[in-house]
Antibody, heavy 122, light 108 residues
């Protein structure tokens, strides 16, 4: 059974940093692309960043490019999201989502974690 | 980027009724790479449909998807109590991936 478990959420000050992790199990982690998708309180879904199966290719939404960095450790079946220069509008539940192929393009999200809440406030 | 519009915003129906949800794209969705997700309160989204009309593993056949180009539809043939939720469409044919704002299906 596929399982994705996010951790590292919490309260951060504007301009601060936070690092999210997503521990994966139940599938061959190194063969699938993975994304982060966020949902602001009471709002819809927004794709944030994606990484290819090997980790060599990364993709970002314009809203986070230059501030967030996605990475993965295939030896530990773990995905990361380093979030710097945080803003109030980054407040959201952050989900890691397994994609249906090794490549970001043309693949949908077939499994989701339960999410980690990030709150940016002074 | 491709903007997805969903209608209606809220659909109020009774168990056993048919639900028809619409998703319209601002430009053609490449290869009909459109997915539908269901989200219940306090839970993560779950995949229902991919490639416009293919049901995900374990999804009952009362859920069906159709459409191509810019117009897509999710149909729930007979609503059951567990189907009352928010439904999102998402295109994955063009980067960046985008989601619609959602349709809430609630109990009339």
């Amino acid at each position: 059974e596929v399982h994705l478990l996010e951790s590292g959420g919490g309260l951060a000050q504007p301009g601060g940093s936070l690092r999210l992790s997503c521990a994966a199990s139940g599938f061959t982690f190194r063969t699938y692309a993975i994304s982060w998708v966020r949902q602001a309180p009471g709002k819809g879904l927004e794709w944030v960043a994606a990484i290819s199966s090997s980790g060599t290719s990364t993709y970002y939404a314009d809203s986070v490019r230059g501030r967030f960095t996605i990475s993965r450790d295939n030896s530990k079946n773990t995905l990361f999201l380093q979030m710097n220069s945080l803003r109030a509008e980054d407040t959201a539940v952050y989900y890691c989502a397994k994609q249906s192929s090794s490549w970001y393009f043309d693949s949908y999200f077939d499994y989701w974690g339960q999410g980690a809440l990030v709150t940016v406030s002074s | 980027e491709i903007v997805l519009t969903q209608s209606p915003g809220t659909l109020s129906l009774s168990p056993g009724e048919r639900a028809t949800l619409s998703c319209r794209a601002s430009q053609s969705v490449s290869n009909s790479y459109l997915a539908w997700y269901q989200q219940k309160p306090g839970q993560a989204p779950g995949l229902l449909i991919y490639a416009a009309s293919s049901r995900a593993t374990g999804i009952p056949d009362r859920f069906s998807g159709s459409g191509s180009g810019t117009d897509f539809t999710l149909t729930i043939s007979r609503l059951e109590s567990e189907d009352f939720a928010v439904y999102y469409c998402q295109q994955y044919g063009t980067s960046p991936f985008t989601f619609g704002p959602g349709t809430k299906v609630d109990i009339k």
